[in-house]
């Protein structure tokens, strides 16, 4: 079979292997749809401390079960499924609290295990093991069931920041995660949703389709936001983006009582940002995190997009062959794509 595999930054290879078999408690799988994230890129560019090359990449997996390890029940060939990234331990005390999201333990498809860059891959037993392996409903594609990875992850930061009814949301970062941020803040019942960008052409691109409430492009951001909200500013502000400039920008458009999701990590050579800690004090403000996503919110995305309450058909833009995933993922970092889903 063919796989993508990273052996250093700048060197991933597709190339042949041998057909993985899956060990007691595995479930086998043919990979139908393994999309890419920004995630990738860096993997590419810089590598990651968690990957020991040379490792099979990609972990927005979707595909079809085909032989079952030793022990496994409740599945069968030819079952369609979508797999978590994120793998909790599951007995921690994190995940005993029912924070499995910042589980100290955490593995991941594509870092510590083989990913989905492959023809087939293999569902560890440790997946199982915290209910990660789901069904995809009747009638939603492979392709879209593979989004439901980032989508879980977009539905961790707007519980966390309390996105819902009535409020004024602003999204920095019109990639393919600003774009479901969009999505999922109004199924959750925002009053409006404004999406910004530096770059016009992707925020173009993006508010095509997610047509947001306004679409910001320019450095005067919190200045439009103000003027969007009659001075009142944004209740929630999620910063999609990998920028400081962002974060400091959010705390500064906050309603009182708003709530800014870091969604987005810092480079780790320059994770420090200036905060008015007096801003946040007078106007109560809400600064979160944002870290993946559980089992669970994998489940609940699944059901979000076969149910259309969030689409994302329209989001992807590229399907390429595993030959092609060179290409993919220098599309993603070129920012000219939404969402580039790789079809082994």
């Known amino acids: 079979m063919k796989v993508a595999r990273f052996y250093s930054p700048g060197d991933i290879r597709v190339e042949d292997a041998p057909e993985p078999s899956p060990g007691p408690g595995d479930v086998k799988i043919r990979v139908r749809n393994c999309s890419t994230c920004g995630t990738d890129v860096k993997i590419s560019k810089f590598g990651h401390h968690h990957i020991r090359p040379p490792r099979v990449m990609g972990h927005e997996i979707a595909g079809e079960v085909v032989e079952l390890g030793e022990g496994v029940t409740g599945w069968q060939p030819g079952d369609r499924v979508q797999v978590i990234a994120a793998i909790p331990d599951g007995t921690c005390e994190e995940c005993r609290r029912g924070r499995m999201t910042v589980c100290p333990n955490q593995e991941s498809m594509g870092y510590h295990y083989d990913g989905g860059f492959a023809e087939y891959t293999i569902v560890p037993a440790k997946v199982l093991a915290v209910d990660g392996l789901n069904r995809i409903p009747g009638g939603l594609g492979f392709a879209e069931a593979s989004v439901a990875e980032p989508l879980a992850c977009v539905l961790n930061g707007q519980e966390l ?80 983006a990998a920028s400081g400039a962002a974060q400091e920008a959010a705390l500064q458009m906050a309603a009182r009582q708003g709530r800014v999701s870091f969604f987005g990590g810092l480079p780790k050579d320059n994770p420090v940002i200036a905060c008015d800690s007096n801003l946040v004090h007078y106007r109560e403000l809400t600064i979160v995190g944002a870290n993946g996503s559980s089992p669970d919110h994998n489940k609940r995305a699944l059901e979000l997009i076969a149910s259309d309450a969030v689409p994302v058909a329209d989001l992807i833009t590229h399907r390429l062959p595993l030959d092609d995933v060179l290409d993919g993922i220098a599309t993603v970092a070129a920012g000219t794509a939404i969402k580039v889903t790789i079809e082994p």
């Open 161 to 240: 920041a309390r996105i819902g009814k009535g409020d004024d949301v602003v999204i920095i970062g019109a990639g393919p995660i600003g774009c479901l941020h969009v999505r999922l803040a109004r199924a959750r019942g925002a009053a409006r949703v404004f999406l910004a960008d530096l770059n016009p052409d992707r925020l173009a691109m993006s508010a095509e389709r997610v047509r947001p409430d306004a679409a910001i492009h320019g450095t005067d951001l919190i200045d439009q936001v103000l003027k969007l909200t009659d001075g009142r500013g944004a209740d929630a502000i999620v910063t999609a």
